[in-house]
């Protein structure tokens, strides 16, 4: 070491001064590219809502006026929101059903099936289905789902007044902005879910009972009520905050279902009472089901399936059902599973059942008051319901049809207008003389043909629309992949040049000066054909961000482009290196695809990583065993962790209740932080831990401490089991108890940044520092996994702890052999190695098992609110959001400051180590962007484009996570950070 000392020694203050300019430089450049990063996935994951979240709303079209007498002279619409199909038709344990009067219209008196909601099963876009007929894009949440985003054609807009009552988040989105419309809402403290919410629903029916009741002294409302073309619309929010407070196999929830349906007994002999005239029809549905968990959202049927029951003036009688009359007809995109064989149970097998589409309600609606379809409405009118002569039926699906096509002939007009080389959607380009042919055919009165004519225009032109809809997908998927591999090769060129010993190899001094001026010429070529794209998508009309998808890849490809010089060198480079080293980098290639592609499938099969872990839990131990003598008990603790961990993705994803084991893992977490503490202290005679234990203990401030942060994580315990106890009284939470939460979940966070900045005790502090909001918000064996995860976390940092341990042992008895892998770099790290790439990935696994741990993105969705009530007990979506969202940062926050904290103790630079997790990551980010599916179940679809969203997402999340946890880890010292310490025991 001496020598070494005496040679740097020479030009000191020149070394110097060029290391602290390369560090600058460094710095500048590791800031751009996280900019650059940051901006690329961001734009590139905004790609997703301009290739399958693009608003299917398009204006200017013309109304198709039917040519049919209105079978009804009013509509009353009741939509039980979180309503499920099961629940509603199936008799209780005792054999009587919930709803008797819905019962008896089915038998008796109308039509029933089951409406089959699309995902995101969310009131909003349910209700828009219901009412106008198109399934809203759910970009729309990007644009705050209570505003109306985009002018749309609804029923009501149709209507000549509508009376609508109910809850203040969907009653506004349809008659906020309507003039002939009268409607209240109650206000948003009613919708406190820790009593009984079917009194909402009394609410809606009273508003209607008392507007009737209000007209017999109203002559002006009583002429209103008397028109043609009234709608009315009941919102029952009953079952949707039963559903989510009480879950909907409680008994408030089911007997919300009697509520509901008392109150359409109500509402049918109020309405028939009052006008005395049979010209009112009736439509009962829901918005949405609801899961086992108290939740909705995804494609699940209990989320998708909603009983339909229509009766009234032009709605059909029952019909007796005939077996394998199943048909399914033009369905549009979704095309998850219908008409399944109906439960028995139900105990309506023998008569007939129309199923339809959630969209299909909207014409049906239309049709039943003689109204022209909602323009922008997607439904196929299912005749099922309808009662007409043939004649009407042909001229009711024709206008559905026109309607339809009127939408497809905008699409097609608006792209041909702005496209350069237009390709039209074939198989409509003759839709005029298929028109004209259907009405020759109902001249004749060949009703049979002219119908099948018009349905299979209407399938045609929903195709079409489809087809318009996806119309720059091969454009935007090949810019968007080819940008990606760009990013990841620009990364590649950046941790070679930056983090390793590859440029000193490679380069000379004078071929930098020759490679600027190549730069700058083709730097220039690459904004000239930014400008030409530009240029002709500004032509063609193209959306904003299309521009920037294109710049993103152009740039890229120029910047690597750019660097040709050091490409060229590269591969010579490796020409010249020995096979050897060549098969190394290959196998390390093979091994860090076949992780990317590992994580891939551990999206959809969580199961995965339990072998993982049994099988890292092995070999670590093997190799450990092999490396370092028995008696450390390294190896078996490293195994015993693995294997812990390992249970955790057996577990199900959506986490049952049980308290009780909550409140013990806060006692294991206790414990789990009493033996680390007691490793800390104890350590001196361990070789094997002591550069990451502190040294010096005896301060009693630490002390105070530390048990201050057990005394939380067992405060914390016990408010889990007094909130929980007052919940299972069905009593409201308090609002000191509440109060509690917040604060001891807030001050312990703080606590780990006072704490003592060896590495083993920080780490064990913002452990237990995290340990009480993670409790609070836990409900079943998450909160074990807590614990699980760390002592996983604690065997990665003993592994690589040993691994440095003898390296340094090695490189003294071996002296220095390796010139070059020695040098340090400029800011106190070494140079990367080829076998460092172990630690990205050993990253990745755990970073992504900190989530698959305790779930699947199906379990995200359907939150949980039982995990939040120990805070809030008031419906607020947004911070409800924000608090499941940090109950899932904790885990990753564990692993990132693990991650932190080795890259500190081995001495590798940290930011190259991110920018491979980036790069590894971004393998899976490609991979997911190919597997997004345009074809089979909605609810694949919609699993495919959020695991591209996800893993996209996770690149700037794990920036975001690492300048997050900074704050506590920045200051973090080893051992070997004091030079007295280098000295080897
Ligand atoms: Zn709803
Ligand atoms: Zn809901």
């Known amino acids: 070491m001496g020598v070494q000392d005496g040679i740097l020694g020479m030009g000191d203050a020149r070394a110097r001064e060029g290391a602290g300019r390369k560090r600058r430089w460094l710095k500048r450049r590791e800031r751009?590219?996280?900019?650059?990063?940051?901006?690329?996935?961001?734009?590139?994951?905004?790609?997703?809502?301009?290739?399958?979240?693009?608003?299917?709303?398009?204006?200017?079209?013309?109304?198709?006026?039917?040519?049919?007498?209105?079978?009804?002279k009013r509509l009353v619409l009741l939509i039980a929101d979180g309503l499920r199909a099961d629940k509603f038709y199936e008799p209780d344990s005792e054999g009587n059903f919930r709803a008797p009067f819905l019962r008896s219209i089915i038998k008796e008196r109308g039509r029933w099936g089951v409406s089959h909601a699309r995902p995101p099963t969310e009131s909003r876009p349910g209700h828009v289905a219901i009412i106008a007929g198109f399934y809203e894009d759910p970009s729309a949440v990007t644009k705050g789902w209570k505003a109306n985003p985009v002018e749309f054609d609804s029923l009501f807009n149709r209507s000549k007044h509508t009376y609508a009552f109910g809850s203040p988040d969907i009653i506004p989105i349809f008659c906020g902005a309507l003039p002939h419309s009268t409607w209240n809402s109650y206000p948003h403290e009613f919708e406190d879910?820790?009593?009984?919410?079917?009194?909402?629903?009394?609410?809606s029916f009273d508003q209607f009972q008392s507007l009737l009741n209000r007209s017999l002294t109203d002559k002006d409302l009583r002429e209103a009520l008397q028109q043609d073309n009234l709608v009315v619309f009941l919102h029952l929010l009953g079952c949707d905050s039963n559903g989510h407070a009480h879950r909907p196999f409680s008994s408030i929830y089911l007997n919300n279902v009697k509520v509901v349906d008392h109150i359409a007994k109500r509402v049918f002999d109020l309405v028939e009472g009052y006008y005395k005239d049979n010209r009112t029809a009736y439509v009962f549905t829901a918005d949405h089901g609801m899961s086992d968990k108290g939740s909705h959202g995804d494609g699940h049927p209990s989320n998708t399936d909603t009983p339909l029951v229509v009766w009234g003036a032009g709605v059909k009688y029952p019909k007796s059902a005939v077996v394998s009359d199943h048909s399914d007809h033009g369905r549009f995109v979704d095309e998850h599973m219908h008409d399944t064989p109906t439960p028995t149970?139900?105990?309506?097998?023998?008569i007939e059942r129309v199923d339809v589409n959630q969209a299909d309600i909207a014409p049906l609606m239309s049709t039943l008051l003689g109204l022209p379809c909602p323009m922008n409405s997607v439904g196929n009118l299912p005749l099922g319901y309808i009662d007409m002569n043939e004649a009407e039926e042909v001229e009711a699906v024709l206008s559905n049809t026109k309607q339809i096509l009127n939408q497809f002939l905008r699409k097609s007009h608006i792209k041909q207008s702005s496209t350069i080389y237009f390709k039209p959607f074939k198989p409509l380009e003759h839709y005029m003389s298929v028109l004209d042919q259907i009405e020759e055919l109902i001249s004749i009165r060949d009703y049979e043909a002219a119908l099948k004519r018009s349905e299979d225009l209407r399938s045609l032109a929903?195709?079409?629309?489809?087809?318009?809809?996806?119309?720059?997908?091969?454009?935007?998927?090949?810019?968007?992949?080819?940008?990606?591999?760009?990013?990841?090769?620009?990364l590649v060129l950046h941790v070679l040049q930056s983090y390793t010993s590859v440029p000193g190899v490679l380069f000379q001094k004078e071929q930098a000066v020759q490679q600027k001026k190549d730069t700058r010429k083709i730097l220039v070529c690459g904004f000239a054909a930014m400008g030409l794209?530009?240029?002709?998508?500004?032509?063609?009309?193209?959306?904003?961000?299309?521009?920037?998808?294109?710049?993103?890849?152009v740039f890229l490809w120029t910047r690597i482009i750019g660097e040709h010089q050091f490409l060229k060198a590269l591969w010579k480079y490796l020409h010249g290196e020995k096979l050897n080293y060549v098969l190394k980098l290959l196998a390390t290639l093979a091994v860090s695809v076949m992780i990317s592609e590992f994580l891939v499938n551990s999206f959809t099969e969580r199961k995965l990583y339990t072998w993982c872990f049994l099988f890292a839990g092995v070999t670590a131990f093997c190799y450990l065993f092999y490396l370092i003598p028995w008696r450390s008990q390294i190896p078996a603790f490293v195994c015993l962790a693995c294997w812990f961990l390992s249970g955790f993705t057996l577990m199900p994803a959506e986490i049952p209740d049980n308290?009780?084991?909550?409140?013990?893992?806060?006692?294991?977490?206790?414990?789990?932080?009493?033996?680390?503490?007691?490793?800390?202290?104890?350590?001196e005679g361990s070789k094997y831990w002591l550069s990451i234990c502190s040294r010096d203990m005896r301060k009693s401030k630490f002390s105070m401490l530390f048990l201050l942060q057990v005394l939380l994580v067992g405060l914390s315990s016990m408010m889990v089991s007094l909130s929980t106890s007052h919940r299972m009284q069905n009593q409201e939470l308090h609002r000191l108890h509440q109060l509690l939460n917040w604060l001891i979940a807030g001050s312990s966070m703080i606590l780990p940044l006072f704490s003592e900045n060896t590495l083993l005790s920080r780490l064990t502090s913002i452990f237990l520092g995290f340990a009480p909001p993670f409790l609070l918000l836990s409900i079943g064996y998450e909160a074990v996994f807590y614990g699980a995860l760390a002592l996983a976390l604690m065997a990665w940092l003993l592994f690589e702890n040993t691994l440095l341990y003898l390296s340094k042992t090695e490189k003294i008895t071996v002296s220095n052999?390796?010139?070059?892998?020695?040098?340090?770099?400029?800011?106190?790290?070494?140079?990367?190695?080829?076998?460092?790439?172990?630690?990205?990935?050993?990253?990745?696994?755990?970073?992504?098992?900190?989530?698959?741990?305790?779930?699947?993105?199906?379990?995200?969705?359907?939150?949980?609110?039982?995990?939040?009530y120990r805070f809030i007990t008031v419906f607020s979506p947004f911070l409800m959001a924000a608090l499941l969202i940090f109950k899932l940062f904790i885990p990753f926050m564990l692993?990132?400051?693990?991650?932190?904290?080795?890259?500190?103790?081995?001495?590798?630079?940290?930011?190259?180590?991110?920018f491979l997790v980036i790069l590894f990551s971004d393998v899976m980010t490609i991979h997911f962007f190919f597997l997004v599916r345009n074809t089979g179940s909605w609810m694949e679809i919609g699993n495919s484009i959020s695991h591209f969203g996800i893993v996209s997402a996770q690149v700037v999340f794990v920036l975001l996570l690492f300048a997050l946890t900074d704050i506590y880890t920045k200051d973090i010292r080893t051992r070997s950070d004091h030079p007295s310490s280098r000295k080897v025991r």
């Open 345 to 350: 149970v139900w105990g309506l097998s023998s």
């Open 895 to 914: 692993v990132i400051c693990t991650f932190s904290a080795i890259a500190k103790l081995i001495r590798v630079p940290r930011s190259g180590c991110y």
């Open 533 to 553: 794209i530009s240029m002709i998508l500004f032509w063609e009309q193209s959306p904003p961000l299309y521009h920037a998808y294109v710049a993103m890849t």
């Open 193 to 203: 879910f820790a009593t009984d919410a079917s009194f909402l629903d009394e609410w």
């Open 462 to 490: 929903l195709e079409g629309l489809h087809y318009f809809q996806t119309y720059d997908w091969l454009m935007l998927m090949a810019v968007i992949t080819l940008g990606y591999i760009g990013w990841m090769l620009y």
């Open 32 to 72: 751009w590219l996280v900019v650059l990063g940051v901006a690329l996935h961001a734009v590139y994951m905004l790609s997703i809502f301009d290739i399958y979240f693009k608003t299917p709303i398009v204006h200017g079209m013309d109304r198709v006026a039917p040519r049919f007498p209105a079978p009804a």
């Open 817 to 868: 052999t390796s010139m070059v892998e020695n040098v340090v770099l400029e800011t106190d790290d070494r140079y990367l190695r080829l076998s460092d790439v172990r630690i990205p990935l050993t990253f990745m696994v755990l970073f992504n098992v900190a989530f698959f741990g305790t779930g699947n993105f199906a379990s995200i969705a359907s939150f949980e609110i039982s995990s939040v």
């Open 659 to 683: 308290n009780p084991l909550v409140i013990s893992s806060g006692v294991m977490i206790t414990v789990i932080g009493v033996a680390a503490r007691w490793l800390d202290k104890h350590a």
